[in-house]
Nanobody
Framework: QVQLVESGGGLVQPGGSLRLSCAAS????????MGWYRQAPGKQRELVAT???????IYANSVNGRFTISRDNAKKTVYLQMNSLKPEDTAVYYC????????????WGQGTQVTVSS
């Protein structure tokens, strides 16, 4: 089994910054893909960013240029640096880990609230 523990969410003013962290434990295989997704009230969960073990990244158009995803493979941790935050970034942010060729291997964190408001 896999556990994902998130931290770093909170309340921030527009234009501010937050850094989310997600530490994985349990049966972690090399070659995994980790990512961040978010869900605002009344909306579908959407991809924010993903990063492979080799460092290849994908960003949603809405966050590209403002957010940066990174990972520390030794610590089994993925980060999301969020800059120039906007009210529309307000959502519950979820950490995810998966293996592209192992469809049953797909786990989620508990979610952390990010609120951008004056």
């Amino acid at each position: 089994q896999v556990q994902l523990v998130e931290s770093g969410g909170g309340l921030v003013q527009p234009g501010g910054s937050l850094r989310l962290s997600c530490a994985a434990s349990g049966s972690i295989f090399s070659g995994n893909v980790m990512g961040w997704y978010r869900q605002a009230p009344g909306k579908q969960r959407e991809l924010v960013a993903t990063i492979t073990s080799g460092g290849s990244t994908i960003y949603a158009n809405s966050v590209n240029g403002r957010f940066t995803i990174s990972r520390d493979n030794a610590k089994k941790t993925v980060y999301l640096q969020m800059n120039s935050l906007k009210p529309e970034d307000t959502a519950v942010y979820y950490c995810n880990i998966r293996m592209e060729l192992m469809v049953a291997y797909n786990f989620w964190g508990q979610g952390t609230q990010v609120t951008v408001s004056s």
